[in-house]
């Protein structure tokens, strides 16, 4: 299913497969979920991260899982179809609306898989700015991308962007388990 919504437009889906089990559970290792209430994913595609947050998160946790393409949104809710998770199926642009409708002021985390190397650099502010507005104080903002992006001029420009919006990023390990491999990002602290 991938593979042929990345054919079909690669700017949109910007992944040729979904991330793999062992990725995400490094991923997710890195962050603090214990007492996370309120849970953004934006760029959920297929749901291998949003799964995996579901295992972990107790049932009371609200997930809200975004995804821009509809064919990967519809097959994310069969996936991912439970009480306390909501798939809208929506651009990360319009997350600060997302949240209004929904009456939710603040979230705990917000996780990307959006691909954020294929994006504009006024979409990545935007997107960005929309994450900062919805994270409480403490709030956090993971995201992954592509390990070979984290090296170029582009990625460094990200990573420059990233520290102009929060006042800690931290980067993961290199996650090798992933086809491509992937760089984990761990922001706090909104400026």
Not at 24 to 49: H, K, P, S, Y
Not at 66 to 92: F, G, I, M, T, Y
Not at 121 to 142: I, K, N, P, T, Y
Request: glycine letters at 6%; proline letters at 4%.
């Amino acid at each position: 299913m991938f593979l042929r919504e990345f054919l079909r437009n690669p700017m949109r889906t910007g992944a040729v497969g979904s991330t793999s089990r062992r990725c995400v559970d490094a991923f997710l290792g890195e962050m603090d979920l214990g007492n996370a209430r309120r849970v953004v994913e934006l760029g959920a595609g297929t749901g291998a991260i949003t799964a995996a947050l579901r295992e972990r998160l107790p049932p009371s946790t609200k997930v809200l899982a975004v995804e821009l393409n509809p064919h990967l949104a519809d097959l994310l809710k069969q996936r991912c179809a439970a009480s306390n998770v909501e798939v809208v199926c929506a651009s990360a642009l319009e997350l600060g609306t997302l949240l209004r409708e929904r009456n939710l002021t603040a979230v705990d985390q917000v996780v990307s898989s959006l691909p954020f190397s294929l994006m504009s650099e006024s979409d990545q502010r935007e997107v960005l700015r929309a994450v900062c507005d919805a994270l409480d104080g403490a709030g956090r903002f993971s995201t992954l991308l592509t390990a070979h992006q984290s090296l170029t001029q582009r990625g460094r420009r990200f990573d420059e962007l990233l520290r102009q919006h929060f006042s800690e990023v931290d980067h993961g390990p290199t996650l090798w388990a992933n086809v491509p491999p992937l760089r984990a990002y761990h922001c706090r602290r909104c400026r």
